[in-house]
């Protein structure tokens, strides 16, 4: 073979010669522009003239079509920030549960309630997080709520963090969800402190009862208008012996003079 004939740098193959590479565009170029429409002929100055105003006018149109959304846009971001103040950042927990009973969405208060992470929250059955107990509550309202269609609320023991039990107030209500399903939209509040407070005034009231009770005397406890509000077991034993009926009954509405 004789390198004299094929020089470096020129093309040895017949196909890729520069003449049958122009053959091969002009194919192509004639096979892109087979359908294209022909060029108009030549307009007059006041057809062009027409044409530069439509464009003008046109991008005029454009101009105020993307105002208008970047003012749809701030007005979102607006909406997306208050959503994030009333919703995320309530000092109340929200909750949002699917008909299934499966956790769709909560703000941070309930996830700190239930002590967890908000994305460890998500797509986990509510009941989860209510102490074993108290499901039968829950399940009872809840089939109240979806029977009636009216918001109900409760009071029920949940678990916190490091599953440490808390007294919880609910309110249930019910919603329509994007994907047209039915779901709860639950409102959670910690009300252990109040709870707290509620057992020890029980507690106080039964020791006051029970000091009473322990007393010899005949004692009636009035309130500030002389109508009796308690009596000791030695007053209840005192009117039975007197044939005094109901005497068991006389506390609230019940003045002392009237008795005696």
């Not at 008909?99 to 969405?105: A, F, L, P, Y």
């Not at 678990?159 to 609910?170: I, V």
């Not at 009636?220 to 009954?249: C, H, M, T, Y």
Request: contains cysteine; aromatic residues 6%; negative net charge.
């Amino acid at each position: 073979m004789n390198h004299k004939d094929n020089p470096p740098g020129k093309i040895s193959n017949p196909q890729n010669s520069p003449a049958t590479l122009r053959q091969q565009a002009e194919a192509i170029f004639l096979e892109r522009t087979a359908h294209t429409p022909e060029l108009p002929e030549a307009h007059s100055p006041e057809e062009l003239k027409e044409m530069l105003h439509e464009l003008q006018v046109h991008q005029i149109e454009l101009e105020m079509q993307n105002e208008e959304l970047r003012r749809m846009h701030g007005e979102i971001e607006t909406s997306r920030a208050r959503y994030f103040d009333l919703y995320d950042l309530a000092p109340v927990g929200y909750l949002t549960v699917s008909e299934t009973g499966m956790i769709r969405e909560s703000n941070f208060a309930a996830a700190a309630l239930l002590g967890v992470s908000r994305r460890a929250v998500a797509n986990q059955p509510f009941t989860r997080f209510i102490l074993p107990a108290d499901q039968d509550i829950y399940y009872q309202r809840r089939m109240m709520l979806f029977e009636t269609r009216l918001p109900k609320t409760t009071e029920l023991r949940m678990l916190g963090r490091k599953n440490k039990p808390f007294w919880a107030h609910l309110e249930l209500s019910l919603a329509e969800g994007t994907d047209g399903q039915p779901e709860i939209r639950i409102v959670l509040s910690d009300i252990s402190e109040r709870k707290q407070t509620e057992a020890e005034l029980r507690a106080s009231e039964a020791l006051q009862r029970d000091v009473l009770n322990s007393l010899p005397a005949h004692i009636a406890v009035l309130d500030p208008a002389g109508v009796i509000v308690q009596v000791n077991a030695r007053w209840v034993e005192f009117a039975r012996a007197n044939d005094i009926p109901s005497i068991e009954k006389i506390g609230v509405g019940t003045n002392y003079i009237d008795v005696c």
